[in-house]
């Protein structure tokens, strides 16, 4: 489990750029890592469920990047448990299945779908789409607790 420490490491506390990342391939969970730093965004990666539960009890993330096939579980189960416990939580599933193969578990939970391999440059910016979505939400909520601000599934295929 690596918690970066970009920002500051202060539990329960809600950061509108914090992304947890859970991966099993080390090697690309460190991609996905560098393409998170370089982006600017303080977070924390694991590899699997239980570490990705345990590091959600700590902390509040307002964009989770998940593996869809982690070696104690389903992520798509996964996101949906932790968006129970974070409603505004935003969620990114990543697969080498394609969505056809995947998709009755991955739309009704996932805001993104990624096909492995993608470009990190893509990635990054649905990042940032998703960071300020959450931002939006966080600012209308002060405004008004009446107003839903959930954006529909975005869900796409990879390319490299």
Not at 22 to 37: H, I, Q, T
Not at 122 to 144: K, N
Request: glycine letters at 6%; a neutral charge.
């Amino acid at each position: 489990m690596n918690m970066s420490n970009g920002g500051g490491m202060q539990r329960n506390l809600f950061s509108s750029g914090r992304i947890l990342l859970v991966e099993s391939d080390a090697p690309f969970r460190r991609s996905l890592e560098n393409g998170v730093k370089r982006a600017g965004y303080s977070f924390d990666s694991c590899s699997t469920c239980d570490q990705a539960r345990r590091l959600a009890e700590a902390f509040r993330y307002s964009v989770c990047v998940v593996e869809y096939h982690l070696r104690d579980g389903n992520g798509a189960r996964l996101v949906a448990e932790l968006k129970n416990a974070q409603a505004n939580l935003r969620t990114v599933l990543i697969s080498f299945y394609d969505l056809e193969w995947i998709s009755r578990d991955v739309v009704p939970v996932a805001d993104v779908f990624l096909k492995k391999p993608f470009d990190l440059l893509d990635f990054e910016r649905i990042l940032e789409s998703l960071t300020s979505a959450v931002r939006s939400q966080a600012l209308m909520r002060g405004i008004s607790n009446t107003l839903d601000q959930t954006p529909a599934p975005i869900l796409r295929e990879g390319v490299l």
